[in-house]
């Protein structure tokens, strides 16, 4: 079952601005994990904040992560038309030997040129 | 992180048919599994394929219906039986690698059933 919630569940922008999508999640997590995903093509890991990381960087993106209100940001600066994907947050339970991913319902991004 | 490959990248079948999808990675790898994702939705799992002993299946999803092999530890198939139009979705399979949280998928089988 799903176990995170993501808005907005679409997002259009003009090229050049920052794209913000939240990611909310119900029970404890190990970590959690942020995919894109290109015209229902297969998913592309893109970063993975472990639940004691407040925040996290990778190139234009910049993930936070807040356990005490159970809920994730994913932003991507500067955006680009091929930034145009869904974006799903996926949370890692919280047994370490658990490795089974819940996925949110994603967020659809448009990048307009 | 590991190389993943599926097979075929789409199909389209006919109703009470069968589909065999392979998922292929270029090392070994601890755990594989198995997601579904229907038109428009986002990733359900489907099970989790254990190297020499039968899937784990998830609620909802039984091994008559979606019968999974896994020889060794770099190879899995997931077999889509009896098709039903409500089959059409992209199934992906999934690696986890030794020592680590990040999971890469496969590139997805994309099936339609009409």
Sequence with gaps: SQQGEEDPQALSIQEGENATMNCSYKTSINNLQWYRQNSGRGLVHLILIRSNEREKHSGRLRVTLDTSKKSSSLLITASRAADTASYFCARGPGRSNDYKLSFGAGTTVTVRA | ?114
Excluded: H
Excluded at chain 2, 45 to 58: D, F, H, M, P, V
Excluded at chain 2, 75 to 84: D, E, I, K, R, W
């Design chain 2, 1 to 114: 992180s590991a190389v993943i490959s599926q097979k075929p990248s789409r199909d389209i079948c006919q109703r009470g048919t069968s589909l065999t999808i392979q998922c292929q990675v270029d090392s070994q790898v601890t755990m594989m599994f198995w997601y579904r994702q229907q038109p428009g939705q986002s990733l359900t799992l489907i099970a989790t394929a254990n190297q020499g002993s039968e899937a784990t299946y998830e609620s909802g999803f039984v091994i008559d219906k979606f019968p999974i092999s896994r020889p060794n530890l770099t190879f899995s198939t997931l077999t889509v039986s009896n098709m039903s139009p409500e089959d059409s979705s992209i199934y992906l399979c999934r690696e986890l690698g030794q020592g680590t949280y990040e999971q890469y998928f496969g590139p997805g089988t994309r099936l339609t059933v009409t």
